[in-house]
Nanobody
Framework: QVQLVESGGGIVQPGGSLNLSCVIS????????VDWYRQPPGEQRDLIAT???????MYMMSVKGRFTVSRDNTKNTVYLHMTKVKYTDAGVYYC?????????WGVGTLVTVSS
């Protein structure tokens, strides 16, 4: 059974940085593209970044130039490095793995932006 667990959330000041991790178990990360989603309080869950199986990175305009997604297939882990954090970046961050075996979601990690 494929499981994803996010970590690294917490309180960050505006303009600060935070690193999130998404660990995959039950399968090999190399078989999956992984998306990062953000869900602000009371709003919908939106895609913000993707790490493809082939190693490509894609970003939505809201985070482009500030966030970086990367992966370490040997550690079965995908990372989201957040910089220049804004108040609008607050919310629950989820990772989703997409592959031939299906789509799998993590339970999320909360990012709070506060001065």
């Amino acid at each position: 059974q494929v499981q994803l667990v996010e970590s690294g959330g917490g309180i960050v000041q505006p303009g600060g940085s935070l690193n999130l991790s998404c660990v995959i178990s039950g399968s090999e990360l190399a078989k999956y593209s992984v998306d990062w989603y953000r869900q602000p309080p009371g709003e919908q869950r939106d895609l913000i970044a993707t790490s493809t199986k082939g190693g490509r990175e894609m970003y939505m305009m809201s985070v482009k130039g500030r966030f970086t997604v990367s992966r370490d297939n040997t550690k079965n882990t995908v990372y989201l490095h957040m910089t220049k954090v804004k108040y609008t970046d607050a919310g629950v961050y989820y990772c989703k793995a997409e592959g031939e075996a299906g789509d799998f979601w993590g339970v999320g990690t909360l990012v709070t932006v506060s001065s």
